[in-house]
């Protein structure tokens, strides 16, 4: 063996040891992709066994006097943010929807205000206006035509 052959030999083991590490990460990469995915258990479910959080039931979150007409009140109550308000138009009925707009989250107990002759909470950014018995948007000022059905979807309780 002369010294050119040992050289070259040496050079294509030093290529080697380069990638082979590559080809054997890839090689265990693939065989964990293929796997399948383990998800729950089957046949285990807890949820009838354990108590729920709150109860279910009617929960008193103030007095129907402490809503004065046209007036906003925000609630954190049973791990939720909640504005209840009622209309000036001589309705006499308190709505309670969810706190946060699902346009982009203002949250509507801070700077929301109540439209004058409706039963609408309108939103302190982008002026978005939603009913109060089925929390649904009624309004979007810049929007001519149609509103997304994505959007009507609000929480009323």
């Known amino acids: 063996m002369n010294v050119e052959t040992l050289k070259v030999l040496l050079t294509n083991n030093v290529y080697w040891l380069l990638i082979l590490p590559i080809v054997y990460v890839f090689y265990v990469y ?21 108590p729920r959080q709150y109860a279910v039931g009617w929960y008193n979150l103030c007095e129907s006097t402490d809503v004065p007409r046209g007036a906003v009140k925000h609630f954190y109550i049973l791990g939720r943010e909640m504005v209840a308000f009622r209309s000036d138009d001589g309705n006499e009925e308190v709505s309670v929807v969810e706190a946060y707009c699902p346009h982009l989250g203002a949250n509507l107990g801070v700077g929301g205000r109540v439209m004058p002759g409706t039963n609408c909470l309108q939103c302190p950014f982008h002026l978005w206006e939603f009913e109060g018995k089925e929390g649904r948007c009624t309004k979007v000022p810049y929007l001519e035509g149609k509103i997304p059905e994505k959007v009507t979807q609000f929480l009323s309780f």
Not at 32 to 50: A, E, V
């Open 30 to 50: 693939k065989q964990r992709s293929n796997k399948k995915q383990i998800g729950p258990r089957p046949g285990i479910d807890r949820s009838s066994t354990y």
